[in-house]
């Protein structure tokens, strides 16, 4: 997405967490497509501030929030950007992502399945209660969702 500013060096690696169907195109085609655009190259502008908002939001939850609180933040958010309530997900993968052990989130999810908000088994999570998952979330999920990210791409949830 940055290419398309001129020539960058990535400190970082992508992964696909969740597969689906993308597109590609050439950061060389892409960057011809944002220098001859205001409005493309507003947009990567925008995006930029959303993912260092969203990394600060991150950061300060992760510090601030229990692992209950933030891994229902997180499957909400998967959720919300696959338009899936299915997820292929392991515990271990999720305890990674969180910065939590394991077992944690093997504890975490039975009480969240004895609850009725998900169903898990290997690798896979349904979220069943969107609204209790919603009310067990911190309040970063909203933050991230509505209040302060949102708007700053023009995204009205």
């Not at 597969?19 to 497509?33: M, V």
């Not at 992760?62 to 899936?84: F, G, I, P, V, Y």
């Not at 067990?136 to 023009?154: D, F, S, T």
Request: glycine residues 8%; hydrophobic residues 40%; aromatic residues 6%.
């Amino acid at each position: 997405m940055h290419s398309g500013l001129g020539e960058r060096r990535s400190f970082t690696r992508a992964i696909t967490q969740i597969g689906g169907r993308f597109s590609t195109i050439r950061a060389g085609r892409f960057e011809q497509i944002a220098n001859g655009s205001a409005p493309v190259c507003d947009l990567i502008l925008r995006y930029t501030e959303v993912l260092l908002a969203e990394a600060q939001q991150m950061a300060a939850c992760n510090a601030m929030h229990e692992a209950k609180a933030r891994l229902c933040r997180w499957l909400l958010q998967c959720a919300d950007r696959t338009s899936r309530a299915d997820l292929p997900l392991t515990q271990e993968y999720l305890a990674q992502m969180l910065g939590i052990r394991r077992t944690t989130v093997t504890l975490i999810a039975q009480s969240m399945q004895a609850r009725g908000l998900i169903k898990y088994r290997r690798g896979h999570i349904v979220l069943l209660d969107r609204k209790g998952l919603e009310d067990c979330a911190c309040e970063c999920y909203e933050i991230v969702r509505h209040e302060k990210l949102a708007p700053a791409l023009g995204v009205h949830f």
